[in-house]
């Protein structure tokens, strides 16, 4: 069965320095891949989406970047954080069948 | 444009009376509609999905769903709920492929005894 992973699940950044969360899907194959952030009250926002190795598609502009280095792994990057980058983010990938997301666990980041 | 509006920002009921959830789309074709739960601190676990056919929809938990063409919605249901439902729901729209799926700003439950 598939399953995914996102790390590290909680982490505490100062304003300015770089991020790094990672996520990967085991047990598929060329998965479309999504990264998400909730911030209270908010819902659900897209952030990225990717569709094959080395294919982003960016659906907010912000200092925030992403990457698929390989099949199964999605990974979100900053150069340096603001304080409204806190949040929790949420990797999913999506069953080609039909269609609906599997997500990972989160990866709650506080900026200070 | 795809959108999901969820009424309702909070809903309190008491253990053991039934439960709905309303929520309304906005799609160009024939959506693909989920609903999800969330636990404190947890990513999102699938309650239910409607692609075609029967309009009731089952899901786990005792959770079901009905969607209506006619007034754009797709609202989950539970008859008797429990202290463990206590938790944010959301509804999703989509198309099958490639295109992400949008969600709805979610609905909390709480549930008193």
């Known amino acids: 069965s598939q399953t995914i992973h996102q790390w590290p699940a909680t982490l505490v950044q100062p304003v300015g320095s770089p991020l790094s969360l990672e996520c990967t899907v085991e047990?598929?194959?060329?998965?479309?891949l999504y990264w998400y952030r909730q911030a209270a009250g908010r819902g659900l926002q897209l952030l990225f989406y990717?569709?094959?190795?080395?294919?982003i598609s960016s659906e907010v502009p912000q200092n925030l970047s992403a990457s698929r280095p390989q099949d199964r792994q999605f990974i979100l990057s900053s150069k340096k954080l603001l304080l409204s980058d806190s949040g929790f983010y949420l990797c999913?990938?999506?069953?080609?069948?039909?269609?609906?997301?599997?997500f990972g666990e989160g990866s709650r980041l506080t900026v200070l | 444009a795809q959108s999901v509006t969820q009424p309702d920002i909070h809903i309190t009921v008491s253990e053991g009376a039934s439960l709905e959830l309303r929520c309304n789309y906005s799609?160009?074709?024939?959506?693909?509609l989920f609903w999800y739960v969330q636990s404190p601190g947890q990513g999102l676990q699938l309650l239910l999905k409607?692609?075609?056919?029967?309009?009731l929809v089952q899901g786990i938990k005792g959770f079901e769903a009905e969607f209506k063409r006619s007034q754009s919605s797709f609202n989950l249901r539970k008859p008797s709920v429990h202290w463990s439902d206590a938790a944010e729901y959301f509804c999703a729209v989509g198309a099958r492929g490639n295109t992400p799926l949008v969600f709805g700003k979610g609905t909390r439950l709480s549930v008193i005894a």
């Open positions: 047990g598929t194959s060329n998965p479309n």
């Open positions: 799609y160009g074709a024939t959506p693909y």
């Open positions: 409607y692609f075609s056919g029967d309009t």
């Open positions: 990717s569709v094959g190795i080395g294919q």
């Open positions: 999913a990938w999506r069953g080609p069948a039909t269609g609906e997301l599997f």
